[in-house]
T-cell receptor, first 109, second 115 residues
Framework: GQSLEQPSEVTAVEGAIVQINCTYQ??????LSWYQQHDGGAPTFLSY????GLEETGRFSSFLSRSDSYGYLLLQELQMKDSASYFC??????????FGKGTRLHILP | DAGVIQSPRHEVTEMGQEVTLRCKPI?????LFWYRQTMMRGLELLIY????????DSGMPEDRFSAKMPNASFSTLKIQPSEPRDSAVYFC?????????????FGPGTRLTVT
């Protein structure tokens, strides 16, 4: 089966950089995604890595290493509005999406 | 596009009653997913469809849950009879493949409370 591990909570300071890690176990997959969810809201797509390496979208970057079964989301120039839960998810070979438990990001002023 | 549409947004019902949740995916998307989210279990995939055909329903908790997708623009998730432990937020999401890019769009969710 598939499983994803990510820290349950991370705390960082406004203006700083934070990295949220995700390790996974899966027999095969197409790619790793990241989603953001604010309290009371729906998950929204942030990034998708089909290939190894770094994908950058504004202040957010995502990294994938298939050989290490590892990925991370990097948030730069943190803003208070970035306080949310962040989920990694794998898309398996049947296009099924499995989500991790989520990492709650707390940002201190 | 209006995005994924779900109804109702909130549902409060008594144990034993039938509950039907509705979803309209984004036009042109050929995948539709139903998720359930609770504090204890996180975001669980219940079932997903490709071109209106159920592909994997292994996440459906038990026979009380059923889902249909009669056409490309509509899907339902039904719980009969409902129980208090079914209380959760139910999300519908849709997606399509675009080469190596793959992005799911979530609806606003239905917050279900079973008393």
């Amino acid at each position: 089966g598939q499983s994803l591990e990510q820290p349950s909570e991370v705390t960082a300071v406004e203006g700083a950089i934070v990295q949220i890690n995700c390790t996974y176990q899966t027999s095969g997959f197409y790619g790793l995604s990241w989603y953001q969810q604010h309290d009371g809201g729906a998950p929204t797509f942030l990034s998708y890595n089909a290939l190894d390496g770094l994908e950058e979208t504004g202040r957010f970057s995502s990294f994938l290493s298939r050989s290490d079964s590892y990925g991370y989301l990097l948030l730069q120039e943190l803003q208070m509005k970035d306080s949310a839960s962040y989920f990694c998810a794998v898309r398996d070979l049947n296009d099924k999406i499995i989500f991790g438990k989520g990492t709650r990001l707390h940002i201190l002023p | 596009d209006a995005g994924v549409i779900q109804s109702p947004r909130h549902e409060v019902t008594e144990m034993g009653q039938e509950v039907t949740l509705r979803c309209k995916p984004i036009s042109g998307h050929d995948y539709l997913f139903w998720y359930r989210q609770t504090m204890m279990r996180g975001l669980e995939l219940l079932i997903y469809f490709n071109n209106n055909v159920p592909i994997d329903d292994s996440g459906m908790p038990e026979d009380r849950f059923s889902a249909k997708m009669p056409n490309a623009s509509f899907s339902t998730l039904k719980i009969q009879p409902s129980e208090p432990r079914d209380s959760a937020v139910y999300f519908c999401a849709s997606s399509r493949r675009l080469g190596t890019k793959y992005e799911q769009y979530f609806g606003p969710g239905t917050r279900l409370t079973v008393t």
